[in-house]
């Protein structure tokens, strides 16, 4: 039943996501322009009518909340508290500090490995916003990043570590699968967007088996596309270091 629930889960959320970003990748790679000189954005407009755009993207981060929630929930009615996962609110400034050095410790790296890939022709110049400029834009794209942040840490970690654990998987195996599917859903980004969350997910994922704390994971996942998403929106056009 557990391996079942693992499917269909996944089939529709994550790992959905990264079976399409295969096929994103792959149709990039078809295309006679090398992947340099090809964009993709991840905060885009979803419509023309500004009110029906901020819609649209509130439901996205909606979306994304409800697949986090998801695998929460199943773990919660299976009988494990919320506790044995880290998502207690007993340490919320410790947690929170524990995000910042995760996010200092992945974010300055990851956007050295994406410039360093993107300059060898391996990655798609990613945009990770292109909403145009709004009164909403802002928290819009906070939002945004707490969504992608919660939906990915509480299904590829606490919800997947923790079924693997009740499989009889080791940890390193489990480890593996997890940081796989992480970088999974993000070749559409091109292969430097695999292999920089294939590394994230490994220090994630071994930081959570080692402590058992979800939220510095949230924490800092959130703030790194904070920065990714608002420090974007606001420098585009403005600095030349930016592809």
Known sequence: MIGVELVVVFTVTLGMSG????????????????LADQS???NRPQAQLGLLNLLEQLANVLRLLSWGALGIFLLWRGGIALARIGMDRSRPWRDLAGGAGLAALIGVP???LYL?????GLSLTVQPSTLDDAWWRAPVLVLSAF??????????VAYLLTRLRQLGWSENRSLWLSAVLRGSYHLYQ??????????MGLVYGRVW???NRLWPLVAGHALIDVVAFVGYAALRGH???LP
């Open 147 to 156: 969504g992608n942040s919660f939906a990915e840490e509480a299904l590829v």
């Open 239 to 241: 600095v030349g270091w």
């Open 190 to 199: 091109g292969f430097g967007g695999f292999v920089g969350n294939l590394v």
């Open 40 to 42: 993709v954005a991840i």
């Open 19 to 34: 079976l399409q970003s295969l096929l994103s990748l792959l149709d990039a790679l078809s295309q006679q322009a090398p």
């Open 110 to 112: 990851g956007l050295g």
């Open 116 to 120: 360093v890939a993107h300059a060898l």
């Open 209 to 211: 088996q080692r402590t």
